[in-house]
């Protein structure tokens, strides 16, 4: 699993999908504020929807509260703009968003031991700031293969991948940041470089704040239950023996020792988020892609950088 979503393969999503059965994927993403009126083993790579209703599918600012879970233990803080107002005499009312248990601590935590390997060695190293500790997944959306010759032609691109949209989620233990990149017109194309837009706005700007405020200095809590073998992490109790022998490097040794740190992340609120996003539909490649963006950029007849539209939505950290 590791090594599948480190590479973004899709056929592993799909069993994992099919493993956990459609009905308890619906009820698990519903905690973390991602909503489907039904769910089609299709949506292990794609986040479409069959309703146009905003409230359904994924966005840019709900997938930057759903990976902050990660960091946060497995507590989802639903986004807010507010976090306090405090007036004239002094006072001060909060409004604090109440956290929700969405997954236990040890799944959070080795989510987050495998997403970290997706930066350092996977689809994500140009999103990757050295001596920082930060998790994500790169998310590619895809045409039809009648929308793929039509594209070709009408915008006289044929280059090797050429896609509607592209994004980036990405998180360290104060901040987690979503990036979608694309046009109004979703028939006006990624490619080359642009590809890479997503993944670059994340470094730059987690560069920034590793430099402004220590964002990603620390490295997530352990909680008990799990342990750390190589480069892979396991459930106390569970065999470490047979173990893929990928690009990670194997394992061979078995253990059910319990090498975890007790520790609770879930006191941190994550819960304040801006810029959200409208609804557009489209289909993915990466489990983990954020769609539904924003389209507010300008689209112009020639396809660069300059005329790419960004919807970036960060949740923080309250210390």
């Known amino acids: 699993m590791t090594y599948a979503i480190q590479k973004s393969r899709n056929v592993p999503a799909v069993k994992a999908l099919q493993a956990t059965g459609l009905e308890y994927a619906q009820s698990f993403l519903k905690d973390l504020g991602i909503e489907y009126p039904e769910m089609f083993y299709s949506n292990a790579i794609s986040s479409s929807t069959t309703s146009s209703d905003p409230k359904y599918g994924a966005s840019s600012e709900k997938m930057a509260a759903a990976y902050a879970a990660f960091a946060n233990g497995g507590t989802y803080y639903k986004p807010s703009y507010i976090k306090s107002i405090k007036f004239e005499d002094g006072s001060t009312k909060s409004f ?53 010759y039509q594209v070709q032609k009408e915008s006289g691109v044929y280059a090797d991948l050429i896609v509607p949209d592209e994004t980036f989620v990405g998180y360290n233990t104060k901040y987690a940041m979503a990036i979608w990149t694309g046009y109004e017109n979703r028939k006006t194309p990624l490619y080359g470089s642009d590809l890479n837009i997503a993944k670059q706005i994340y470094g730059l700007t987690s560069s920034y704040l590793n430099q402004m405020y220590g964002a990603g200095s620390k490295d997530f809590d352990m909680p008990s239950g799990v342990y ?56 993915q490649y990466g489990p983990d892609a954020s769609t539904n963006p924003s389209t507010s950029g300008s689209n112009g007849a020639e396809n660069s950088n300059l005329n790419t539209s960004t919807s970036t939505s960060t949740s923080t950290v309250d210390e």
């Open 96 to 148: 604090d968003s109440k956290g929700v248990e969405a997954m236990s601590p040890q799944t959070a935590y080795m989510m987050s031991s495998m997403l970290k390997q997706v930066m350092t060695g996977g689809t994500a190293t140009e999103a990757y700031v050295p001596g920082t500790i930060n998790a994500g997944k790169t998310g590619t959306s895809n045409y039809s293969d009648d929308e793929y």
């Open 228 to 283: 750390n073998n190589g480069s892979y992490v396991f459930l106390t109790g569970s065999s470490t023996s047979n173990v893929y022998n990928g690009s990670l490097g194997t394992s061979s040794s078995s253990s059910s020792s319990d090498y975890g740190k007790s520790s609770d992340s879930s006191s941190s609120d994550y819960g304040k988020s801006s810029d959200s996003s409208s609804s557009q539909d489209s289909q």
